[in-house]
T-cell receptor
Framework: AQSVAQPEDQVNVAEGNPLTVKCTYS??????LFWYVQYPNRGLQFLLK??????LVKGSYGFEAEFNKSQTSFHLKKPSALVSDSALYFC???????????????FGQGTTLQVKP | DTEVTQTPKHLVMGMTNKKSLKCEQH?????MYWYKQKAKKPPELMFV???????INESVPSRFSPECPNSSLLNLHLHALQPEDSALYLC???????????????FGPGTRLLVL
């Protein structure tokens, strides 16, 4: 079974410092990995995804993620955190139904990012 | 434009009421999804429609009844809900692209449901 794990319930970082939100995965075959962000009382916003190709993926709002096959990780990073980045972050892997692209997203438990001024 | 809209934003209903949640997208996406999310937890998939046909039902109780009238609209009909069904209900859509790198789910803002 495919799964993702986010080992930290909360990450605290000072504004201007780099941030990392961790995600590890367990899949059979090549993983399709995603990061989403959820601001309070809002839906999920897509940040970035890794399907194939370059291990460093760039996304929205200055975020990037590094795919590491040997460590089965897909950590989310940003060089300089903003207070407005404070939110709930979800890593997800897409489960595949046979050859179809209709698949459920399997989410990690989420990590709350707190950026303090 | 990657917008998925949902109405209403908030809904309060009694356990004997019948209500419906509505979701709409105009991106030409051919897959639409309903998720349920409890506070500070990940979304849980409920239903998936592909080309307007129900393709996945994650063993959801029959008091939740999905409907896909056309490729842009997705409804979730609610009847005889329980207080534990109170949650944020999220709709999502995706293109059902042949190329895996083009397949991304986009979420609406959700309907916050309170069952009294």
């Amino acid at each position: 079974a495919q799964s993702v794990a986010q080992p930290e319930d909360q990450v605290n970082v000072a504004e201007g410092n780099p941030l990392t939100v961790k995600c590890t995965y367990s899949v059979s075959g090549n993983p399709y990995l995603f990061w989403y962000v959820q601001y309070p009382n809002r839906g999920l916003q897509f940040l970035l995804k890794y399907i194939t190709g370059d291990n460093l993926v760039k996304g929205s709002y200055g975020f990037e993620a590094e795919f590491n096959k040997s460590q089965t990780s897909f950590h989310l990073k940003k060089p300089s955190a903003l207070v407005s980045d404070s939110a709930l972050y979800f890593c997800a892997v897409r489960d595949r139904h046979g050859s179809s692209n209709t698949g459920k997203l399997i989410f990690g438990q989420g990590t709350t990012l707190q950026v303090k001024p | 434009d990657t917008e998925v809209t949902q109405t209403p934003k908030h809904l309060v209903m009694g356990m004997t009421n019948k209500k419906s949640l509505k979701c709409e997208q105009h991106m030409g996406h051919r897959a639409m999804y309903w998720y349920k999310q409890k506070a500070k937890k990940p979304p849980e998939l409920m239903f998936v429609y592909s080309y307007e046909k129900l393709s996945i039902n994650e063993s959801v109780p029959s008091r939740f009844s999905p409907e896909c009238p056309n490729s842009s609209l997705l409804n979730l009909h609610l009847h005889a809900l329980q207080p534990e069904d109170s949650a944020l209900y999220l709709c999502a859509s995706s293109p059902l692209a042949r190329a895996a790198n083009k397949e991304t789910q986009y979420f609406g803002p959700g309907t916050r449901l309170l069952v009294l």
